[in-house]
């Protein structure tokens, strides 16, 4: 069988951009793919003239294609970009990354379907972490259903600043945004695949978020096209998915783990949500959704536990009154469970 331009562009998806996650088709550095006689060559356009960048993806390239079945010979060549952008914005064909430039971390909390817990968790990990390193950010990507505003009591307006970006919300030493600012809760807006993407895209490009060295985006509840195409939108770190113990939840799981899978972002873990009832009136534990189901998806799909959050009316009532566990009841055993996943996931990112 001959070998065909698609099938080295499928091989291609796999070399990653290095020190990002996303591969280097889908940061367009790859130009022209050619094949004579089961000769391949590959010409590469880089961002900036940088031999040691160019010289990995080379190496990277290299291995991936010489591995194919049925190619003899490779020749990359490369050029570089040579518009230079103005101070502060891309230059065309840098990725796209490096127009968020503050932003260090993106964490996305996804779920396969609704109503697990997703955005309490988003939030309450938000505020765990602000406790333990300085400039976190909670974006709402959940742009049909934002809940950010009412978790976090807030519902101010965002104002544009001197460098015609966005302020972000501050509300409890946190950077907000979510679409619920910007539109009454009057507002139905019925938001396709493009005005989807750059909503998004606005989030990250035309917010000022400062500094932000986590940023945490509660996505919205699936795994579908719309999921997939936020996360391409960032340069997502890692994935938390968030899920309930019971049986048809475990199954969106492990869509969950595909999503994450089909777009090369590295999993940080399962929050298994609503585990378990701690009866004031008997003192014991009562598992009503059957707890454990979380931990042994984790160990099938081989990515890290990251722990496990009871059902309590405190996390309703204080998510419901905008005065989130984690800051309402500093003490509790689920503001310590909370903070207890936020270090597991400080110490996963930081150490990687
Ligand atoms: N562990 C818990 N104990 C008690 N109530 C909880 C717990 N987790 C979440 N809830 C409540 O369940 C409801 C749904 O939670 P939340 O909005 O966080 O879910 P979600 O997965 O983000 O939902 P959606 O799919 O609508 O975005 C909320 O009222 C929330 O306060
Ligand atoms: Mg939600």
């Known amino acids: 069988m001959n070998l065909t331009e698609d099938q080295i562009k ?5 070399v990653r951009y290095p020190g990002f996650t ?9 130009k022209n793919v050619e094949i004579v006689d089961s000769n391949v060559k590959i010409s590469l356009v880089l961002p900036k ?27 990359i060549s490369s050029e570089t970009r040579p518009a230079k952008a103005p101070a502060g914005q891309a230059s065309p064909g840098e990725p ?3 127009k968020i430039s503050n932003i260090k971390y993106f964490i996305a909390v996804a779920s396969g379907k609704g109503g697990v817990g997703k955005s309490t968790v988003a939030v309450n990990l938000a505020l765990a972490t602000s406790k333990l390193r300085n400039n976190v950010g909670l974006m709402d990507a959940d742009i049909w259903g934002p809940s950010i505003p009412m978790m976090m009591g807030t519902n101010d307006k965002p104002k544009t600043n001197d460098k015609k970006k966005l302020n972000p919300i501050e509300k409890f030493g946190i950077n907000l945004m979510s679409i619920g600012f910007l539109i ?39 795994t579908g096209d719309s999921q997939l195409s936020l996360i391409q939108s960032a340069p997502i770190t890692g994935g938390i998915i968030v899920t309930t113990p019971q ?18 972002v590295p999993i940080l873990g399962i ?32 990515i890290p536990f990251l722990g496990e959050i009871p059902i ?18 500093p003490n509790s055993d689920v503001a310590k469970s909370f903070t207890t996943i936020a270090e597991e996931i400080l110490k996963n990112i930081e150490q990687n």
């Open 22 to 30: 996303r591969d280097i088709i889908s940061f367009g550095i790859v």
């Open 271 to 302: 929050v298994e949500n609503m585990s378990y009832l701690d009866c004031p009136h008997c003192s014991k534990e009562i598992d009503i959704f059957g707890r454990g189901g979380g931990f042994k998806m984790a160990e099938k799909f081989d």
């Open 49 to 75: 003239p940088d031999g040691q960048l160019e010289e990995k993806i080379k190496q990277a390239v290299k291995k991936t294609i010489l591995e194919l079945p049925g190619v003899n010979g490779l020749e």
């Open 10 to 14: 499928n091989a291609l998806k796999n």
């Open 184 to 222: 009454s809760e009057d507002d139905t807006v019925i938001w396709r695949g493009p005005m989807v993407h750059s909503a998004i895209k606005q989030f990250l490009e035309d917010v000022d978020w400062k500094e932000t060295e986590y940023l945490f985006i509660d996505l919205p509840p699936g």
């Open 96 to 98: 796209k990354e490096k």
């Open 312 to 329: 309590d009316p405190e996390i309703r009532k204080s998510g419901d009154y905008g005065n989130p566990i984690v800051l309402s009841q």
């Open 247 to 264: 049986d048809i939840a475990l199954l969106d799981v492990k869509r969950g783990v595909q999503m994450f899978r089909k777009l090369n």
